[in-house]
């Protein structure tokens, strides 16, 4: 179990996913939280950052805290509520997303990440990811014209990770 893992093991498995990445020729733009369940898996991911500069994909204030200690980019105010794993009832709608960004204004935040996965599905997809209708849905809510006013006329800026 990763929960008992030896910090080794997993230092070595995270290698092995980096370069087995950077082999595509691409560069990572961050490393996501998916890596930070447990104690050592944060510490190794925590180390992965600092040795490629990465961001890192904050989820929660003692995350944001640990890497500010660290010297480790990311954006405040990650949100994941929008991301639903339920495709019989989705949350991904534009209303529900100006909401969630309206909401975030009034609050006085000034920056938050997003977790999104939108893709225009085919049938790779839906051989390859259980969360595959939702991600269509996903990329509908996102180009909603509705929506996109609402950025205009509120002048949030959309970025990526590559961007911090």
């Known amino acids: 179990m990763i929960a008992n893992a030896d910090i080794e093991e997993v230092r070595k498995e995270y290698q092995a996913q980096m ?3 950077l082999e595509t020729g691409f560069k990572p733009t961050h ?3 998916h890596w930070c369940h447990t104690p050592v898996q944060m510490q190794v991911a925590m180390e992965m950052a600092v040795k490629y500069s990465l961001p890192l994909r904050a989820h929660g204030k003692e995350r944001e805290e640990a ?4 010297g ?6 990650h949100y994941n509520e929008y991301y639903n794993h339920d ?6 709608t534009p209303d529900n997303l100006i909401a969630i960004l309206k909401n975030r ?5 000034t920056e938050m990440s997003m977790m999104v996965h939108p893709a225009y599905v085919d049938k790779t997809l839906m051989k390859l990811s259980s969360y595959n209708i939702i991600r269509a849905t996903e990329l509908e809510a996102l180009l909603d014209p509705k929506v996109i006013a609402f950025i205009k006329e509120n002048n949030i800026e959309m970025i990526s990770y590559k961007d911090i």
Not at 67 to 70: G, N, R
Not at 87 to 92: E, L, R
């Open 19 to 21: 370069d087995k990445f």
């Open 31 to 33: 490393i996501d939280w």
């Open 67 to 70: 890497f500010s200690k660290a």
């Open 72 to 77: 480790i980019k990311y954006v405040a105010n």
């Open 87 to 92: 495709q019989s009832n989705p949350t991904t």
């Open 105 to 109: 204004i009034n609050e006085g935040c």
